[in-house]
């Protein structure tokens, strides 16, 4: 496992983490776990072979990473019934493209 994985990883959840810390705080445990819930999108990686593929990047090829589903997660964080979920999911989308833009696969 690189090093670079491995703040890919600890990003997914510090990042949903600092935003609860940072903007819901009265609510802080609840909105740290729902925006940490976007981390279940990567269920969609255990249809693909391999399951983990350093060289692929994840949006736009699994599923629940797809280019159409991210507009509906902004349409979620913007609505005030699902914006933690939706935070969540986008935090999370977000820090995949970033990760593929990083290792230039986009």
């Known amino acids: 496992m690189s090093a670079a994985f491995i703040v890919h990883m600890f990003l997914h959840v510090a990042l949903p983490v600092a ?6 705080r009265d609510t802080f445990k609840r909105a740290s776990l729902l925006m940490l819930a976007g981390i279940l999108i990567d269920i969609d990686h255990l249809w693909a072979v391999p399951v983990l593929d350093p060289d692929r990047c994840s949006v736009g090829f699994h599923f ?25 999911l986008v935090i999370h989308l977000v820090l995949d493209a970033a990760d593929c833009a990083r290792q230039g696969l986009w």
């Not at 935003?19 to 819901?24: E, I, L, T």
């Not at 589903?69 to 979920?85: D, F, H």
């Open 19 to 24: 935003v609860a810390w940072m903007f819901y």
């Open 64 to 88: 629940l990473h797809s280019y159409w589903l991210a507009g509906v997660y902004v349409a979620l964080a913007l609505l005030p019934q699902t914006r933690l979920i939706g935070l969540g």
